[in-house]
C-alpha cells in the first residue's frame, strides 16, 4: 500500500538554528499538509498546499515557517529560527481528491511524524 | 471555523466492555469524518473513514456512525481489550477548496485487564 515518508524521524536542534523537514508524498496525489502536535495537545494545522501553491494556512504557520516542493516528489517544511515552543511532532499529509480509498474520494494519509526537539 | 469537541477526554474501562466515543463539530459542511488512533509518542493510524453521504463504517470489532445533521459521530468497541488502550481521535474534512481536516482533542482509553 503506499505510504506518505517522513524524515527525519527524530531532530535534536539548538534554539535559533534552521530545520528542514521533509516529505515524501504518495505520487499521484494533488493536495499536501502539514500538522503538527504539541506534546499532550491536539492536532494542529498548518498548511495547505495545492497547484504549487499554498491554499491555506493557519494563524500558527508565521514567517518563520515555509513550505516548498522543489523537484516533484519532496514536500518540504521549513522553520527559519528554532524557538522553544515549536518543539513538537510534524506529520506530513498528502490526498488526491478522486482517490477511490475504502469509502471513496478524499482520503487523507498520514506519515508516521518527524519529532522535533529545540533545546 | 469548524470545532470538533470529544467527550469524554479520558475513559477507563475493564476488559470485556463494549464503550462507545463520541465526536461533535459545528459545520456539517464536510466531506468526511475519520477516526483516528493514536498510541502515546507515535503517529497517526486511520481506523475508520465514513463518507458524508454515509451513516456508517464497520471494521472488525469498531463500528462508526455520522449524523451529519446534527453533527455527531460515535465511535463504538466491542468486547474492549487492554491492547485497544490509546488516544482516539476524530477528524473531520471541511469542504472547499482547501479541505483542511480539523481534529477534536481526542479520548484516551484504558481497558484494564
Known amino acids: 500500500e503506499p505510504e506518505v515518508t517522513q524524515t527525519p524521524s527524530h531532530q535534536v536542534t539548538q534554539m535559533g538554528q534552521e530545520v528542514i523537514l521533509r516529505c515524501v508524498p504518495i505520487?499521484?496525489?494533488?493536495?499536501f499538509y502539514w500538522y503538527r502536535q504539541i506534546l499532550g495537545q491536539k492536532v494542529e494545522f498548518l498548511v495547505s498546499?495545492?497547484?504549487?501553491?499554498?491554499?491555506?494556512k493557519s494563524e500558527i504557520f508565521d514567517d518563520q515557517f515555509s513550505v516548498e516542493r522543489p523537484d516533484g516528489s519532496n514536500f518540504t517544511l521549513k522553520i527559519r529560527s528554532t524557538k522553544l515552543e515549536d518543539s513538537a511532532m510534524y506529520f506530513c499529509?498528502?490526498?488526491?481528491?478522486?482517490?477511490?480509498?475504502?469509502?471513496?474520494?478524499?482520503?487523507?494519509?498520514f506519515g508516521a511524524g518527524s519529532r522535533l526537539t529545540v533545546l | 471555523k469548524q470545532e470538533v469537541t470529544q467527550i469524554p477526554a479520558a475513559l477507563s474501562v475493564p476488559e470485556g466492555e463494549n464503550l462507545v466515543l463520541n465526536c461533535s463539530f459545528t459545520?456539517?459542511?464536510?466531506?468526511?469524518l475519520q477516526w483516528f488512533r493514536q498510541d502515546p509518542g507515535k503517529g497517526l493510524t486511520s481506523l475508520l473513514l465514513?463518507?458524508?453521504?454515509?451513516r456508517e463504517q464497520t471494521s472488525g470489532r469498531l463500528n462508526a456512525s455520522l449524523d451529519k445533521s446534527s453533527g455527531r459521530s460515535t465511535l463504538y468497541i466491542a468486547a474492549s481489550q487492554p491492547g485497544d488502550s490509546a488516544t482516539y481521535l476524530c477528524?473531520?474534512?471541511?469542504?472547499?477548496?482547501?479541505?483542511?481536516?480539523?481534529f477534536g482533542s481526542g479520548t484516551q482509553l484504558t481497558v484494564l485487564p
Open positions: 499529509a498528502s490526498m488526491n481528491p478522486r482517490d477511490r480509498g475504502q469509502s471513496g474520494a478524499n482520503v487523507l494519509t
Open positions: 505520487s499521484n496525489h494533488l493536495y
Open positions: 498546499f495545492y497547484n504549487n501553491e499554498i491554499s491555506e
Open positions: 459545520d456539517s459542511a464536510i466531506y468526511n
Open positions: 465514513i463518507q458524508s453521504s454515509q
Open positions: 477528524a473531520v474534512l471541511r469542504r472547499g477548496s482547501a479541505r483542511q481536516l480539523t
